[in-house]
């Protein structure tokens, strides 16, 4: 699967579960850690790990395969690792707090439905 493949897909599923307020970060220019950032939040926790498990379920099958989980058990933080893209999805309370969007300002924040 195509790196951009993978972020539609991605913004796709969250767009699925109804995650809200979603965020695509191209940080390859400013960090080694991977390209693509992509943060969004959910409701509660059932609602963020519908949204992890249809993340790790539809990608692992497209052949990308899940590096890494944090947060999944209390869900108010779940970061997931597939490499090159870093997915976090938060409850509204923690994405205010934590705040990545301007922490990584200096990555170029892209329109999901533009990535091609």
Do not use: C, T
Not at 40 to 60: C, P, T, W, Y
Not at 76 to 96: A, P, S, T, Y
Request: no cysteine; charged share 30%; hydrophobic share 40%.
């Amino acid at each position: 699967m195509e790196l951009k493949d993978a972020v539609k897909s991605i913004v796709s599923i969250i767009e699925d579960k109804k995650g809200e307020d979603i965020r695509v970060i191209d940080i390859s220019e400013v960090s080694v850690i991977g390209d693509y950032f992509i943060i969004a939040s959910g409701n509660n926790r059932s609602q963020i790990q519908a949204m992890a498990d249809d993340i790790d379920e539809k990608l692992g099958k497209a052949g990308l395969i899940q590096k890494n989980i944090e947060g999944y058990q209390n869900a108010n933080w779940v970061l997931m690792d597939f490499g090159d893209i870093i997915v976090h999805l938060f409850d509204q309370e923690n994405r205010v707090f934590y705040d990545l969007e301007r922490i990584w300002r200096d990555g170029k924040v892209l329109d999901p439905s533009s990535i091609a």
